[in-house]
């Protein structure tokens, strides 16, 4: 048995097998070959290709019964990499004339052609490329001897072990048949774990050195605990019982929070909070309402692209969630974020370039404004999906008002067409920004008079102020929500909301904590979004708590030195408020 610590991301308890899907394939090293043995080495690399060809061939067939011609296509560019006499003439070149091993001349030569892809970056070569690491892969992976699993064909209870993880196959992988994620690289707000909450899976980031211990073993048993950040190989039987007794107490609890979700959202001394739900996959919709949720804070549209990429939306699509978001938050609103893509959610049909700092690159709305052909789609289905309801529409990583402007001058050109076309909207929706960059939270005074609500990213807000990558578990402990300089610019963001009469929110994953709910009641939050299951969580605190005092408590917060300091005095003055 082994203990392993990680940082614990999305909460719950994972027991099953492990299977290691690191993208890092260990070293490869350069090893001689004797003269006599070239031949050898070069009928292994062309027996290694063979195999490859029929695993990409299965793949291919599977992919095309299960999702259709389109995506099976990927394969064939795979495939044709494979027979391609230029690629394979020049790994041979590599193993004779150097007297190499294969694996090192295959490296070589993919790094050859790597190095005349870079020189000229477009989507074609860059998607080219990845075939080209695939492929590389498969035949690494043919010359070793590992047969290449798919997902699909593993048992179930799987935990996937990778060293990283992008949000698109955390989406693609943890609606198969995957319990559980251990992932080397993140942090607790980095998209992949948000991914996995939305999946209601549990997820550990942050363990070091997992995928090289697991890399070449088959199903490894496994625990992980998604709240305490523990990863256990091999459990012992003692362990597997302890682990068992607490999963089932905790869906004891899940069901108790679940009795009471009817009562009202207010603290002891009557003042409302309303608790939305934070929606990045549509089957969350049905959780959103199970657990009582006042309707929806933030829908991620930018999956939708994920979802369904390598195509792209249609606005039929899109008019199609849309309605239902709307239908489902009814009576309360559903605000729809437009896509924020960029950063680490990338869609290749969206983005063109490739970016050396991409979370302070063409992002968010910049990106939006960047490709209006490909935004009209998406807005012109959310102004028509507005006679369904309250819907609300929301602009993410907004940092001056001039976006704001050519937003409404993009609207109006679009409300024209459906006018033209005889389409039906309604032209009175509200329009709301995310507040998540430090520059627009400090003018949240002036861009308060371009728009009709606010909701504070703090994912993003938090990651920009602090200097902290979100996605890095080498500074995730410097992110730190409670740091003054933070609740300084929360407090001035909702009193600017308050002063120009406009509504405010939280939607960042701040605003699913308990632990921070008698803050945020003191900032002056009177709405909070989170994640569907946390909603039951937050809406407890909130009955438990009494505003009166907290707005002068959080007023001694924000003059404190350090998070540490808050957090004990925040500890010792809600007790005392909440006994005396
Ligand atoms: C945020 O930044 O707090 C937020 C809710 O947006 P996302 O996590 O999608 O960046
Ligand atoms: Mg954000």
Redesign the pocket.
């Known amino acids: 048995m082994q203990t392993l610590q990680g940082i614990g991301a999305s909460e719950g308890i994972a027991i099953g097998a492990a299977v290691c899907i690191s993208t890092r394939i260990g070293d490869i090293y350069q090893i001689p070959v004797p003269e006599n043995e070239v031949e050898t080495e070069i009928a292994r690399f062309l027996e290694a290709v063979e195999k490859s060809q029929g695993e990409i061939k299965r793949l291919r067939d599977r992919v095309g019964d299960e999702m259709g011609d389109e995506l099976a296509g990927i394969f064939d560019a795979q495939a044709l990499v494979l027979s391609d006499s230029t690629f394979l003439d020049s790994v041979i070149h590599h193993i004779r004339s150097e007297r190499v091993n294969a694996e090192w001349a295959l490296q070589e030569t993919v790094s050859e052609i790597q190095a005349r892809f870079d020189a000229i970056d477009t989507t074609y070569l860059r998607d080219r490329q990845e075939d080209l690491r695939h492929v590389c892969r498969y035949v690494i992976q043919g010359l070793r001897g590992i047969h290449l699993h798919q997902l699909s064909e593993v048992p179930d209870g799987i935990v996937i072990v990778a060293d990283d993880l992008s949000p698109t196959d955390a989406v693609r992988l943890g609606r198969e048949k995957v319990i559980g994620f251990v992932i080397e690289h993140g942090s607790a707000t980095s998209h992949t774990t948000i991914i996995a909450r939305s999946l209601n899976l549990p997820a550990v980031l942050g363990v070091s050195g997992i995928n090289r211990m697991l890399v070449d073993h088959a199903e490894v048993p496994i625990v992980i605990d998604g709240s305490t950040g523990q990863v256990i190989l091999y459990p012992d039987a003692q362990t597997l019982a302890r682990y068992e007794t607490t999963l089932a107490e905790r869906r004891r609890a899940d069901l108790e929070l679940l009795e009471d979700i009817e009562l009202p959202s207010e603290t002891t001394d009557g003042v409302g909070v309303q608790v939305m739900a934070n929606i990045d996959l549509p089957e969350e919709l049905e959780d959103s309402q199970r657990f009582g949720a006042a309707g929806i804070g933030l829908y991620r549209s930018e999956f939708l692209y994920i979802e369904r990429s390598p195509k792209l939306p249609s606005e039929e699509e899109h008019l199609a969630i849309y309605r239902r978001m709307v239908e489902a938050a009814a009576p309360h609103p559903a605000i729809i974020r437009t896509y924020?893509l960029g950063g680490r959610k990338i869609a290749r049909e969206v983005m063109e370039t490739h970016e050396a700092n991409p979370v302070l690159g063409l992002r968010?709305i910049r990106l939006t404004l960047a490709r209006l052909d490909i935004f009209k789609t998406q807005l012109r289905a959310l102004i028509r999906a507005t006679i369904y309801g309250d819907l609300r529409i929301m602009l993410?990583?907004v940092t001056i008002p001039e976006e704001i402007i050519e937003f409404r001058r993009v609207s109006e050109e679009v409300m024209q067409e459906l006018d033209q076309e005889g389409l039906a909207f309604r032209r009175d929706f509200k329009l709301g920004v995310?507040i998540?960059v430090p520059a627009a939270a400090m003018i949240s005074d002036i861009m308060a008079r371009y728009v009709d609500f606010f909701s504070i990213?703090t994912?993003?807000?938090i990651q920009y102020a602090l200097a902290v990558d979100r996605s890095n578990e080498h500074v995730a402990s410097l992110y730190r929500p409670l740091h003054p300089g933070i609740l300084r610019m929360l407090r001035l963001i909702i009193r600017n909301a308050d002063e120009a009469g406009i509504e405010v929110s939280m939607c960042?994953e701040m605003a699913g904590d308990p632990k921070l709910t008698a803050v945020l009641i003191g900032c002056g939050l009177r709405r909070l979004s989170v994640s569907p299951r946390r909603v039951p969580a937050v809406k407890r605190q909130v009955r438990m708590l009494t505003s009166a005092p907290l707005e002068a408590i959080v007023d001694q917060c924000a003059q404190l030195a350090t998070a540490e300091e808050i957090e004990k005095y925040l500890q010792e003055q809600i007790s005392a408020a909440n006994t005396s």
């Open positions: 924020d968010g993410p990583l995310m998540e990213g994912n993003d807000l960042g």
